[in-house]
């Protein structure tokens, strides 16, 4: 694509119209209009040549961007399940919406001996048939409809949307991961030293708080405090532990501490395995742990709880056993599977290997997601402590995101809650500039000895 008119003949392929991004739920319902990025475009093309990517495996890449973007866009309705259980008599009664929304759901199962009959489940809006046909094109999968059953099981709206989101994210995930597989490739080819040392760049987001707070930001900001406390440990604790035993006076750089935070969440009986019982949302704050000074229930909410994270405090509602229970069916890594193309079939190959990976984490009775991201959180920062880790914290100049605009409060909030006072204090007082005993007899012996 090097024309524009090339960018909207493919982005027409997809399914997607330039002109009305704010239709598409995955990008966030934008308002403004994006403008053509031919030099980005071009760039990013250059990139995938040196990776080794074909032509065609370049617009399959695309075309499953593209199949990603449409999973947002599937539209579902409301239906009744089992309804052909119930006595047509009983039906014609009911053929009233109104007193269909009273009555269900599960008031119609309980008189006739069914408590699962006439509780509404998901099924896809009739506009959306169309988009589910464009994602089975977009993913070369021929059987439309047993791609739409996968999709769209007998579950409830907020389920089967979770569902779709969790297809969608897996997808984006696999085909990162594939990449990054490419990139290390290309750079193992290029090496021609014998030394194996390697480069592990971890990029973390920041804690963030944005309207709704739920298990996706919990997660996203569990993982933000556990390589904060990494940060503590390694540029305060570490540090201070390595002067006293080397016989220096030291007095501590004082620093809020966030492993209570952790151990709320991380230990035996904390936040995660309360979740992982799966209570209903209502009651799951109340199984909570007791109060403490870094989580409170937030009073006339009891499906909300506050916790005091290191950057600050974050007001959570619990959407949660519903979503930790998100895992891609059998059904959809199945038919997946089926797509005559070769790079769908490779992502669906590691779908079904991280679900066996997951089947095979010790004590994972319930195999939730926030048990796959405690075993993954664990084994990331045991492989970064074997290394010699070095921290970039990145400050945002405004919350607005305007280029060219520097707001001082803003700035100096985050340098607080990031630690990098402390961090600079601990450099101030310590001994940054180290040798070896050897290195410092080379360097220096000239001035000490004749």
Aim: proline share 3%; hydrophobic share 40%.
């Amino acid at each position: 694509l090097n024309r524009s008119s090339d960018l909207d003949e493919f982005l027409k392929r997809i399914g997607i119209d330039k002109s009305s991004l704010s239709s598409h739920v995955y990008l966030g319902l934008r308002r403004e209009v994006v403008p053509d990025d031919i030099a980005g475009y071009a760039r990013l093309q250059s990139a995938l040549d040196v990776l080794g990517l074909s032509e065609n495996e370049k617009k399959r890449l695309f075309s499953l961007l593209g199949a990603i973007l449409r999973f947002g866009d599937i539209k579902l309705k409301e239906r009744l399940a089992e309804r052909e259980w119930l006595p047509d008599e009983l039906v014609l009664k009911l053929s009233n919406r109104k007193v269909e929304s009273i009555l269900f759901p599960g008031f119609v199962g309980l008189l006739l001996g069914q408590p699962s009959m006439g509780v509404p489940s998901a099924g896809v809006a009739k506009e959306s048939h169309d988009v589910i046909e464009c994602i089975a094109n977009l993913l070369e999968i021929e059987d439309v409809a047993r791609l739409e059953e996968a999709i769209v099981r007998r579950g409830s709206l907020g389920e089967t949307r979770n569902l779709i989101d969790t297809i969608a994210e897996e997808l984006h995930c696999q085909i990162f991961n594939w990449l990054v597989g490419l990139c290390n490739d290309v750079l193992r080819e290029d090496s021609v030293s014998e030394d194996r040392s390697s480069v592990l760049v971890v990029d973390v987001k920041e804690a963030e708080v944005v309207a709704i707070n739920g298990f996706e930001q919990l997660c996203s900001n569990l993982i933000s405090e556990s390589f904060q406390r990494l940060f503590w440990q390694r540029l305060i604790l570490y540090e201070e532990d390595l002067y006293r035993s080397e016989g220096i006076e030291w007095n501590d750089v004082e620093f809020d501490d966030n492993q209570p935070v952790l151990d709320l969440f991380l230990n035996p009986g904390g936040f995660i395995d309360v979740i992982n019982e799966g209570s209903a949302d209502k009651l799951l704050v109340e199984s909570f742990p007791s109060e403490t000074e870094h989580w409170y229930p937030v009073q006339d909410f009891p499906s909300r709880f506050g916790v005091v994270h290191f950057a600050g405090e974050v007001i959570y509602a619990t959407n949660w056993p519903e979503k930790n229970r998100n895992r891609i069916p059998e059904a959809v890594v199945s038919v997946l599977e089926s797509s005559s193309c070769l790079i769908v079939q490779r992502l669906a190959k590691n779908m079904r290997w991280v679900r066996g990976s997951w089947d095979g984490i010790e004590g994972n009775d319930q195999k939730t997601e926030l048990v796959a991201l405690r075993s993954g959180i664990d084994a990331l920062v045991s492989r970064i402590k074997a290394t010699t880790p070095h921290f970039v914290r990145c400050v945002v100049p405004n919350r607005k995101k305007d280029a060219v605009v520097f707001d001082r409060e803003c700035v100096l909030e985050q340098i607080q809650q990031y630690g990098i006072v402390e961090a600079t204090q601990m450099a101030a007082k310590g001994y940054p500039l180290r040798f070896t005993h050897k290195e410092f007899i080379n360097r220096f012996s000239a001035i000490a000895f004749d």
